[in-house]
């Protein structure tokens, strides 16, 4: 499993999770990407099965560029992340379920966004939250430290804090965390710590 978490901002939004891939009881890889930018203002976190999401990423990604080239203009945070909630709802209709949860952030024409889609297509807006096997220890530094009106920087801090509270005590999640900051200056990434 893993440990995303995902933080609504002031001036942005800041995306965090670890580097691990387990495969049953056993690491997998020790450096996998588990943030992907949709477009220049969007991008996404992921937990759970690791194809699934691949196949979603780029199925949302190709979906949103023929609807931008159809009216001219990109998808909103939130349509993103509604056309990410139509496709898993369908899978979980037709009982072949994509086996992830993805955090879709971004910063669009109403400002910071962050939205969580689970299997069932549910989507939710969320200021805060966090997915996968370590959640539960995210959302205990989350909901202690949390409060409205952070910095993108501030909050890209309290991630990676929520982050390696959940790699003390879940063996899925480990071996470093990235963080993601999308604000008006544009996007930046955090590495913190690495493979070991």
């Not at 495969?23 to 969007?42: E, N, Q, R």
């Not at 560029?65 to 509604?82: D, G, H, Q, Y």
Request: one cysteine or more.
């Amino acid at each position: 499993m893993t440990t995303t978490v995902g933080i609504k901002c002031a001036n942005g939004i800041v995306l965090a999770s670890d580097r691990r891939a387990s495969k049953g009881g056993m690491i997998g890889s020790k450096a996998v990407k588990k943030i992907y930018m949709l477009d220049d203002t969007k991008a996404v976190a992921i937990a759970g099965q690791l194809s699934d999401a691949n196949y979603l990423i780029n199925l949302v990604k190709a979906e949103a560029k023929l609807m931008e080239f159809e009216r001219s203009f990109p998808l909103s945070v939130k349509e993103a992340a509604k056309l990410l909630s139509n496709i898993l709802y369908s899978g979980m209709r037709s009982y072949t379920p994509f086996i992830t949860e993805m955090l879709v952030a971004g910063v669009d024409d109403t400002g910071p966004q962050l939205f969580e889609a689970d299997i069932s297509g549910a989507v939710t807006e969320e200021k805060f939250t966090s997915s996968g096997s370590g959640s539960p220890m995210a959302f205990g530094v989350l909901e202690a430290s949390y409060k409205d009106g952070l910095s993108t920087a501030e909050a890209a801090d309290l991630a990676a804090k929520a982050v390696k509270a959940a790699m003390e005590r879940d063996p899925n999640s480990g071996n470093g965390i990235q963080v993601l900051m999308i604000d008006e200056k544009g996007v930046e990434w955090r590495d913190f710590g690495g493979a070991q």
